[in-house]
């Protein structure tokens, strides 16, 4: 009793795991249209975006200060630009040919065609992996620096930043485990309370600014003792640039959920295009007018580590100003938008991974399941704020160079798009952009290695469990749907005894070759010459591809019945046919091969890769697996 007990438990359990995964979508090609459950107007998906974007407040002040000194506000304007004249049309083209939130992934997987777009796709999504994972670790890392700075908090939580913040990323995961289907309706809230306090918290700042003017001129007098003139204060504000990157962190999230913007596909692209650019707008102004209030308004030690705005900028003239009541007000908000920037992160997490990995094979099948997924990002996030320690700025390496690369391909790939068309003026604005974008990724590897050094490790790991999961998987039957036209229905149904197959690899296709393979199948399998036989030829499409549709053109050529189809690979191609036939008449077929020569080592390799190798074993295995029932699986006849 008590073992069905357990078993009825691990069955419920699996269940709720996979709850949402459809057998019937095992197998199809995963770039589909998707409607999530509830869509949204344009301006309500901003704010999902938005607790990423906009939450960059809470620290981008901080990091600017700490990079530029005094030139902060400068550093910052040029980031403006980057974002207003570089990102933003880059994003803005990347919606219109990308509308399904897969991003510049998709644009540049269909530029590269077999298994180099497939690695291309790995690489990138080790770099997606890298911005949306530390989007979760570093929000909520600062999110606990405000928890621990605010003057009414305990004590004893000094020293515990690491186990509060992986509280508050299992608590985010715990709510998508539960199925949160109102992420936007509390993305709405957070983020309108959130910039209204910062309306409040800026414009008091500016106005203490306006209010000392002596502040002002000790901010002048440091800018123009410290540098030659405005070219220098411009020239050194460049070399800092790469180290403000992560205010340019909300793009590709603002693609990646596309799909919960309302209306038809053109409608779609309109929103998210006035998405992209409402956030822009907003986010420009605050971090121009912000940077510029805590450069003039906050004593430069205050933002080192262990200060009291270090993290905390805009917290820090919350409560020095406006008083310690309304600074844990703020502090509250900020902590919440912060917290819930990791569930914009993860929402592109779970847009753009299942829709990849399991397509090209190269991940289980539960993996198009979201509370699967969701344990297994908020594990890594768990592990990484462990080995970071919990630290904002040691995050930010990693956090930048993720942001940066992606950007960077956006534009790349819009630049290609552009030539493509024969769209000069804008393939050369999009290459400047491209070459601005890639002197800051490159600026920023250099100056801080370890983040590049942690997305490449993010790379491997995709690219090595890719390629174990692909060799695990490749005996599956992977073959979504199998349509016969109508001579090949005329050529099946035509046969009124069992059912015989041959599967000839194409070659020249003339009388003698069909001929001879005839010959020696009747030899070999002792056929009887009255029996009739049907050929079965595959050819091979793109290998890289982990399953795929098939169309099976019938056709008489030279007085022999033959079955043609093109797939992605052989064994699994002819297991699947077998297994329609069988389906299709009531009969069990027969297919006959001859032993291929050579190493199985070698054999393998060119199964995995090219769709072929030794073709008759495979095929017998893929069969053996799709059918336990040795009476119903259809047989392989080798000689």
């Known amino acids: 009793m008590s073992t069905t007990t357990e078993a009825a438990g691990d069955r419920s359990v699996k269940a709720w795991l996979l709850d949402g995964l459809k057998p019937e979508d095992r197998h199809s090609s995963g770039m589909h249209e998707e409607h999530p459950d509830k869509q949204h107007p344009w301006w309500k998906t901003m704010c999902l975006t938005g607790v990423d974007y906009f939450s960059t407040l809470g620290y981008q002040p901080g990091i600017a200060a700490l990079a530029a000194g005094a030139l902060s506000p400068v550093a910052t304007s040029l980031l403006v630009m980057l974002t207003l004249f570089g990102a933003l049309p880059t994003y803005r083209a990347v919606a219109a040919e990308s509308p399904r939130g897969l991003g510049s992934i998709a644009m540049l997987e269909r530029l590269l065609p077999h298994w180099w777009g497939k690695l291309l796709v790995l690489v990138l999504l080790g770099f997606v992996a890298t911005a ?65 306090l910062n309306v409040v918290v800026v414009g008091v700042g500016l106005f203490q600014v306006i209010e000392h003017p002596e502040l002002v001129a000790n901010w002048q007098e440091a800018l123009t003792t410290g540098h030659a003139g405005p070219l220098a204060m411009i020239g050194v504000s460049l070399l800092v640039l790469p180290k403000l990157a992560l205010g340019l962190s909300g793009f590709e999230t603002g693609v990646a959920v596309m799909p919960q913007i309302q209306g038809s596909l053109e409608e779609r692209i309109k929103g998210a295009r006035r998405l992209l650019t409402t956030a822009a707008l907003i986010m420009s102004g605050f971090l121009i007018a912000s940077s510029f209030a805590t450069a003039i308004l906050i004593p430069h030690e205050e933002f080192e580590e262990g200060g009291k705005a270090s993290g905390r900028a805009l917290a820090y003239l919350a409560h020095e100003y406006l008083g310690d009541l309304f600074g844990t007000v703020y502090d509250v908000s900020t902590i919440a938008i912060l917290w819930f920037a990791g569930a914009s992160a993860l929402t592109g997490l779970l847009n753009i991974v299942p829709r990849y990995l399991p397509r090209y094979g190269m991940a289980p099948d539960w993996t198009r399941a979201i509370r699967p997924l969701v344990l297994v990002f908020t594990a890594i ?32 790939a819009v630049t290609i798009s552009n030539h493509r068309r024969g769209r000069r003026p804008a393939t050369y604005a999009f290459a400047t952009i491209s070459l601005v974008l890639g002197y800051t990724t490159v600026v920023n590897i250099v100056e801080r290695p370890d983040g590049l050094q942690i997305a490449l490790f993010f790379v491997l790991a995709i690219v090595v469990t890719s390629i174990i999961s692909r060799a695990t998987r490749s005996t599956e039957l992977r073959v979504g749907h199998i349509e016969f036209d109508p001579t090949a229905l005329r050529l099946v149904e035509g046969i009124d005894g069992p059912l015989h197959l041959i599967a000839n690899e194409p070659d020249e296709r003339d009388p003698r070759e069909y001929a001879e393979k005839e010959g020696e199948a009747r030899e070999h399998h002792h056929l009887p010459a009255d029996e009739p036989v049907l050929f079965l030829e595959v050819t091979i499409a793109d290998a890289s591809e982990f399953s795929s549709d098939l169309k099976v053109v019938g056709e008489e050529r030279h007085g022999y019945r033959i079955l043609k189809v093109s797939s992605s690979n052989v064994p699994n191609t002819i297991a699947a046919i077998l297994l329609y036939l069988r389906d299709l008449t009531g009969k069990k077929p027969h297919v006959y091969f001859h032993w291929v020569e050579g190493n199985p080592v070698t054999a393998m390799l060119r199964y995995l890769l090219f769709g072929g190798g030794d073709v008759p074993p495979l095929t017998r295995e893929v069969l053996r697996q799709a059918e336990p029932d040795v009476s119903k699986r259809p047989q392989v006849h080798v000689g």
């Open 381 to 412: 996030s768990v592990l990484i704020t462990i080995m970071f320690g919990a630290d904002v700025e040691s995050q930010g390496g990693a956090y930048a160079t993720g942001v940066l690369a992606l950007i960077l391909s956006a534009a790349v």
């Open 132 to 196: 949306f994972i530390f989007t979760i670790t570093l929000s909520a890392s600062d999110a606990t620096a405000h928890i621990v700075e605010n003057p009414f908090v305990p004590e004893v939580l000094h020293g515990q930043e690491v186990l509060v913040t992986i509280l508050l990323i299992v608590a985010l995961g715990a709510i998508f485990l539960r199925g949160f289907s109102e992420a936007i309706g509390l993305a709405v809230v957070l983020v309108a309370v959130y910039l209204s």
